[in-house]
């Protein structure tokens, strides 16, 4: 558990890229719903890949990928065409 990391760059990288992904894409869901979904669900994507699924990444991943498939059902809510 508190051993050497078998991948510490994946590690690292998820670490950094995955909360940015997750902030730029709830930012940009209102806006651009497709783009935003589409980095919501690729930040659950690479948490869970990179972490697994446990106590600490579950609520993270599921928030994640709610978030991202709520912004691609919803389309556009503010105009009557959707993004797709």
Known sequence: MFGPLDN???IRTASF???LLAIAGGAMAKVRALWGGVLLILSGVL???AFG???FT????GFT????VLALAAG???EPKAHF
């Open 58 to 61: 579950m609520f993270p991943i």
């Open 65 to 68: 990928l709610v978030g991202g």
């Open 76 to 78: 556009k809510p503010d």
């Open 8 to 10: 510490p760059g994946l």
């Open 53 to 55: 699924f446990g106590v």
């Open 17 to 19: 890229i995955a909360p």
């Open 47 to 49: 948490i869970y890949y």
